[in-house]
């Protein structure tokens, strides 16, 4: 009896149970379509998980975090970047060649090895990697995605900004198209591509954190830090690699990370693209970097900075003197203005003013508008050049020069010049000077010493030049050299 009160439970629970289904189903009409939503599992997603193959959004669209294309376009064109450092190393048997008298023999062979990633930027092999990853390598290998191999060539370097320039030899290859970097929005979702830990070809995903970020990293006083900051994971190996956006445009060139392990803890920073395609230019049409000043002392203009000064303006930069002289002063820039806009862009903090003064070269014109006694004024300015040092402070145009020794005036009979003692991609090289020349005058200036040559080429900026020369043979030689930027 018991037994079949059960069976009978359990077949009124069945039947039970499929006129709700019934019920509910007709409730909510046969032709009802589900409901569309994309969801996002996190912030390091490289694409969405999606409930409707209808709900696909174009990639880039408004609301669209599909980044597939994007990878698709990024990933062939970022290279893996291997770097050889050669150094001795002895052959044979040390007792032996102690105990026989022998020679000590040698041989060059890979002392350090090194990794990182690169972007290509034009069809015929121009590829953007980090100084930091080149720096001191006597090998760069270049790994395309579809794995060919390149031995590469350095094309310049710029230490201030971590930007180098190396090419390979090869036609038809894929390349990234550049993006304007200063259109980067806070939260805007992004791709880091590169070769972390020599894995290739890996793409992590995050948003744009925060804009114009100073670290500090580079001591040097003409360094150029205003870097975009991301969550996207990037990690020892990605250095080199693209930040591109939704659309698969190159925003910026991952460089550094903050972590206190080494590997990634959160946050990684990029040299935009506006300022890295600015330095790539000038490293291929000059070898070094034209670097633009403005001619001015500045105090960005902080809360407590304001109150100390007794002004009420917030966010800009205060110019503390307007060097006598400068393009600054030139153009009518006062002590006491703030600097608001420099050509329609804000410039609220020092690394946004350097990253947006980093974009023009020296000749270029710039509109800057300033908050003097609360009113709003527009400059124009022309740019000047930093000096004609360019690279470490003892190079000029490229080149390392030193006086002559006593050995140099006896032997080419001259009691004035300076001999280029090493030297680098720049106009120099260009023009076809090489180390033992000897500089014995810019147009009618006699030249003595390093100072001597600063002075002519200062005075004769943006013309060109002839220079007489004294070469390695003794002969008497003349090259022209245009200093237009």
Known sequence: ??????????????????????????FRGSDAAPASRLEIASPAAVRPVSLSSNAALPAGGPGSV???????????AV???????????????????FFYGNAPRTREAPQRMGFGSGVIVSDDGYIITNNHVIDNSDKITVVLNDRKEYEAKVIGTDPNTDIALIKIEEKG?????????????????????????NLTSTVTAGIISAKARELGINPNEMSLESFLQTDAAVNPGNSGGALVN????????????ESPTGTYSGYSFAVPANIARKVVGDLKEFG??????????????????????????????????????????????????????????????????QGQLGKY????????TVNRNGKLKEFDVLLENTSLIVGEASEILGAKVEPLNREDMLRY???????ITDIKNGPFKAIGLSKGYIIVKINDMVIYDKEDLLKALKAAENEGVLITTVSPRGRVEYYALSLQN
């Open 413 to 419: 009979r001259l009691d004035k010049g300076v001999k």
């Open 79 to 97: 290279v893996h970047v291997k770097t050889v450092q050669m150094g001795r190393e002895y052959i044979g048997n040390p007792f032996l060649d």
């Open 173 to 197: 290859l894929p390349y990234l198209e550049y993006a304007d970097s200063d259109d980067v929005e806070l939260g805007e979702w992004v791709l880091a591509v590169g070769n972390p830990y």
């Open 1 to 26: 009896m018991t037994m079949r009160k059960s069976f009978l439970n359990v077949g009124l629970g069945v039947v039970g149970g499929c006129l709700a289904f019934v019920a509910i189903d007709a």
């Open 288 to 353: 070094n970097v034209q670097r633009a000043v403005i001619g001015i002392s500045m105090i960005e203009l902080t809360p407590a900075v304001a109150k100390k000064l007794g002004i009420e303006d917030l966010g800009g930069i205060y110019v503390a003197e307007a060097l006598s002289g400068g393009p600054a002063a030139k153009a009518g820039i006062k002590q006491g203005d703030v600097i608001k806009l420099i050509n329609g862009m804000e410039v609220s903090t020092r690394p946004a003013f």
């Open 361 to 368: 070269r020296p000749g270029s014109t710039i509109k800057v």
């Open 66 to 76: 599909d980044l597939r294309e994007a990878a698709k376009k990024t990933v062939p």
């Open 246 to 257: 939704a659309k698969g445009e190159l925003i910026g060139i991952n460089t550094a990370i």
